[in-house]
């Protein structure tokens, strides 16, 4: 990730500050955390803000990352390789990580989030979503977008039919303490059912609409 994470990526950054500024304001004011750890921190810009907040703080991120340009302390920080497991030497109030797990490859996902709820019982965490575009992800099959009508059980993604309407189901899943791989497709599996149950109900009431306007009503 050090060819994405340039120093000049993290100085355009300072573009977003006043925005993030408000966002942090704003979890610290439902969580009230006294400490949070962020995993894939960067130069700590989100520590930051929440440290200012009050909450003691740490980061976790590569070597690469320019310490002359941490927006933390020193001690603050832990260079590490995300992509293996991170030891949890202590609890947080808040565990955090944004837009970091997409550039992992698919196989750590199940450490990584064993990872972050080890950390704390409330974790922070954004990821990127199919379609939204970037440089170096690596989205899981698990994530990317379903068409048309649930895949069966037991087999994969039946083809639109020809001439059929083509939905675009991407859900975003907040779980809140471990959650196994199983559970996670099995959310999926519940929430696209009753997505889908919901789009007919819909579309049922517009054809009802045709009819009757179509029959002078």
């Known amino acids: 990730m050090e060819d994405i994470y340039t120093d000049s990526f993290y100085a355009s ?6 925005g993030c500024r408000r966002a942090a304001e704003y979890v610290f004011g439902l969580i009230r955390p006294a400490s949070v750890v962020d995993i894939g921190c960067g130069t700590g810009a989100w520590l930051g803000l929440f440290k200012a907040c009050g909450a003691q703080v740490h980061g976790y991120d590569g070597d690469y990352v320019n310490r002359d340009m941490l927006v933390i302390e020193q001690e603050e920080f832990t260079p590490y ?5 991170i030891p949890v030497d202590r609890r947080y109030d ?3 990580s944004l837009e970091v797990a997409e550039h992992l490859d698919a196989g750590c996902a199940d450490r990584f989030v064993a990872d ?3 950390f704390s019982d409330v974790v922070l965490f954004s990821a990127a979503i199919p379609g939204q575009g970037g440089d170096g992800w690596d989205i899981p099959d698990l994530l990317r977008p379903r068409t048309n009508v649930a895949p069966p059980p037991a087999g994969g993604q039946n083809p639109p039919a020809a001439g059929s309407e083509v939905i675009t189901f991407a859900p975003v899943f907040n779980f809140y303490g471990p959650t ?7 959310a999926g599996r519940l929430s696209f059912a009753e997505f889908k149950r919901l789009y007919d109900q819909l579309k049922a009431e517009e054809r009802r609409k045709q009819l009757h306007y179509a029959l002078g009503g």
Request: glycine residues 0%.
């Open 116 to 118: 972050l709820t080890q």
């Open 81 to 85: 390789d995300l992509s293996e497991k």
């Open 94 to 96: 808040m565990a955090m």
């Open 13 to 18: 950054m300072k573009d977003k500050e006043n």
């Open 180 to 186: 196994t791989r199983e559970e996670a497709v099995e």
